[in-house]
């Protein structure tokens, strides 16, 4: 059975602060790893991809993947309060043409004003 | 470039009635996915589709739940008959090849009762 863990959270943090989100999968074949936001009532919006070791930056973005650790985050500078949210992470498996997409179970954010 | 569509965007039912969703994907998506997703969980895959043919439906339940997609086009998901526990968002998604992005719908809101 293959895992995401999203288990830290709710996670609260003040307007202007860096909000820092953690995600570990079990099966160490993953080769695509995706954050999604979901506001309430609203469905899962990408924000960020990443497929290699290292940072990937876009806008108050950036996603860090250690595939070693097997571990993959998301950093949120100058966070706003439009950014509270849920935030999904999201892994591929591989199985050659028919890879599928694991859920964690998100964590939510809030941003104080 | 329109995203995807989905239909209804609300529906209640009573337990032991049947209901449909549709979900038009993005143009071009040969990847299309319907999920599951129940207050504070991540999305469930029920079921994927490569084209016409099914390539993951090992999460549906195959005694109530039932999926097509027959064009590889638009795709409908049929519940019938609806227990409580079927009470969730209906997510459908779609994406350019199962290793690219995907991109959610609406949803629909389905209520038993």
């Known amino acids: 059975q293959k895992e995401v863990e999203q288990n830290s959270g709710p996670l609260s943090v003040p307007e202007g602060a860096i909000a820092s989100l953690n995600c570990t999968y079990s099966d160490r074949g993953s080769q695509s790893f995706f954050w999604y936001r979901q506001y309430s009532g609203k469905s899962p919006e990408l924000i960020m991809s990443?497929?290699?070791?290292g940072d990937k930056e876009d806008g108050r973005f950036t996603a860090q993947l250690n595939k070693a650790s097997q571990y993959v985050s998301l950093l949120i500078r100058d966070s706003q309060p439009s950014d509270s949210a849920t935030y999904l992470c999201?892994?591929?498996?591989?199985?050659?043409?028919?890879?599928?997409?694991?859920f964690g179970k998100g964590i939510t954010l809030s941003v104080r004003p | 470039e329109a995203g995807v569509a989905q239909s209804p965007r609300y529906k209640i039912i009573e337990k032991r009635q049947s209901v449909a969703f549709w979900c038009n994907p993005i143009?071009?998506?040969?990847?299309l996915y319907w999920y599951q997703q129940i207050l504070g969980q991540g999305p469930k895959l029920l079921i994927q589709?490569?084209?016409?043919?099914?390539?993951?439906d090992s999460q549906l339940p195959k005694d109530r739940f039932s999926a097509e997609r027959l064009k590889g086009v638009d795709s409908t998901l049929k519940i019938q008959p609806a227990k409580l526990e079927d009470s969730a968002v209906y997510l459908c998604a779609s994406s350019l090849n199962s290793q690219r992005e995907q991109y959610f719908g609406p949803g629909t809101r389905l209520t038993v009762t």
């Open positions: 589709f490569q084209n016409n043919g099914v390539v993951d």
């Open positions: 143009s071009g998506h040969a990847t």
């Open positions: 999201a892994v591929t498996d591989y199985t050659g043409a028919n890879s599928k997409l694991t």
């Open positions: 990443i497929y290699s070791n």
